[in-house]
C-alpha cells in the first residue's frame, strides 16, 4: 500500500508561483495515478490535476479548467516524487491540497482514489 506525504504548502501573495511535493513510500508508485484535489472549509473535495505514466505509452494528464494553463503536474518515478507547480496564484486558490493515487487511469472523482496524503495549506492573498 503506497503512503503519501505533502510538503510545500504556506502563504503568498497572489500572482506568485508555488510548488508542491508529494512522495510516496514505495516504488509501486510508478504503476499508480497520482493526483491533487484541495478543499476548503465546507466544501466538497476539488480535483486540481491527475498524472499517469504508463511503459511504451507515455503520460497522461488530467487537469481542472479552473487551472489550466496556471499548473503543471509530473512526477519523477525514480524518486517516487510528484510535483505540483503553480504560477500565478489566485485568492481563489487558498485550500488544502491534498495528494492522493490509485491503480488505473487518472479520474477526477475523489472516491476513485484509495491513498491519501494528510494535506498541506496553500493561502493566497491578495
Known amino acids: 500500500q503506497v503512503q503519501l506525504r505533502e510538503f510545500g504548502g504556506r502563504s503568498v501573495q497572489a500572482g506568485e508561483s508555488l510548488k508542491l511535493s508529494c512522495v510516496a513510500t514505495?516504488?509501486?508508485?510508478?504503476?499508480?495515478?497520482m493526483a491533487w484535489f484541495r478543499q476548503t472549509p465546507g466544501k466538497e473535495l476539488e480535483f486540481v490535476a491527475a498524472?499517469?505514466?504508463?511503459?511504451?505509452?507515455?503520460?497522461?494528464?488530467e487537469y481542472a479548467d479552473s487551472v489550466k494553463g496556471r499548473f503543471t503536474l509530473s512526477r519523477d518515478n525514480a524518486e517516487k516524487d510528484s510535483y505540483l507547480r503553480m504560477k500565478n496564484l489566485e485568492p481563489g486558490d487558498t485550500a488544502v491540497y491534498f495528494c492522493?493515487?490509485?491503480?488505473?487511469?487518472?479520474?477526477?472523482?475523489?472516491?476513485?482514489?484509495?491513498?491519501w496524503g494528510q494535506g498541506t495549506q496553500v493561502t493566497v492573498s491578495s
Open positions: 514505495e516504488s509501486s508508485f510508478n504503476s499508480y495515478t
Open positions: 492522493a493515487a490509485r491503480k488505473g487511469s487518472p479520474t477526477t472523482s475523489p472516491q476513485s482514489y484509495n491513498t
Open positions: 498524472i499517469i505514466q504508463i511503459v511504451m505509452i507515455g503520460t497522461q494528464w
